[in-house]
């Protein structure tokens, strides 16, 4: 079976992420799904939240919006929603898990993933191309002498995957997102480990066969975008 856009059901999209994106940014890229494109910027903050003041660790955080036309129809500024709410937290957690934050110093790297064009995905996109920002910002620190080493353990990507038609797929556009039965979005770290599954069946239930599938599915798209970012960083990690 191939798909509209002619892809393999086991194909992640085109990718091309744009480093250095942003002039005044700490650590900026673009990344460049098909047609689902995402600026990430990492600004650095020397302060931490109350509850790490006086610890010495460090904190990494995010915050998630999609400009007016991002979509067909037009999103109102300031109106943010429980699914951005959720989509930012999603995001902090996921570069939170690889950061070694005990060794970044008593400061707050800032991510903010602005959607600019949106055709599914735009949570893990922003995700996989936030890490690269994130990796930038920490290795300026590094440059200025503020910390010895970068504190990152591992590398983190994502993507989604799906059922539509009894047949498992990756990396699923908005369409293929809209008709899927099942359709899931998987962040792994570079050696394979889960940092999380956001799951749910859509239309009907799925068995543990499918489920074993579209894991193994999410890993292959997985491990093929941090090769992307192994190969992007290679002058820093």
Sequence with gaps: MV?????????????????????????????????????????IEESVPQFLKATGTG??????GMIPRSCKKRILRGKDSGRTY?????????????????????RTIWIDCDVIQADGGTRTAS???????????????????LINKIPIKDFVAATSVGIIDG???LDLTYAEDSNADV??????????????????AE?????????????ELAKKGVLELVDIQRNMLKDIL
Excluded at 59 to 64: C, F, L, P, Q
Excluded at 86 to 106: C, H, P
């Design 127 to 145: 995700i996989t191309a936030s890490f690269i920002a994130l990796v930038d910002a920490l290795q300026k620190l590094k440059k200025e002498g």
């Design 203 to 215: 239309r009907r239930t799925f068995k543990k066969e499918q489920m074993d599938k579209l894991m």
């Design 3 to 43: 798909r509209q856009d002619g892809r393999g059901l086991d194909k992640i999209r085109k990718v091309k992420i744009t480093r250095n994106y942003i002039k005044h940014a700490e650590g900026s890229c673009l990344i460049e799904l098909a047609d689902t494109r995402v600026i990430c910027t990492a600004s």
């Design 86 to 106: 959720e989509i930012q937290r999603l995001i902090g957690r996921s570069l939170r898990a690889v950061t070694d934050m005990k060794n970044m110093g008593e």
């Design 183 to 200: 359709d899931m979005n998987v962040i792994m770290t570079g050696e394979g480990e889960f940092i999380e599954i956001q799951g749910t």
């Design 59 to 64: 904190w990494v955080t995010a915050e998630y």
């Design 167 to 169: 047949k498992v797929m």
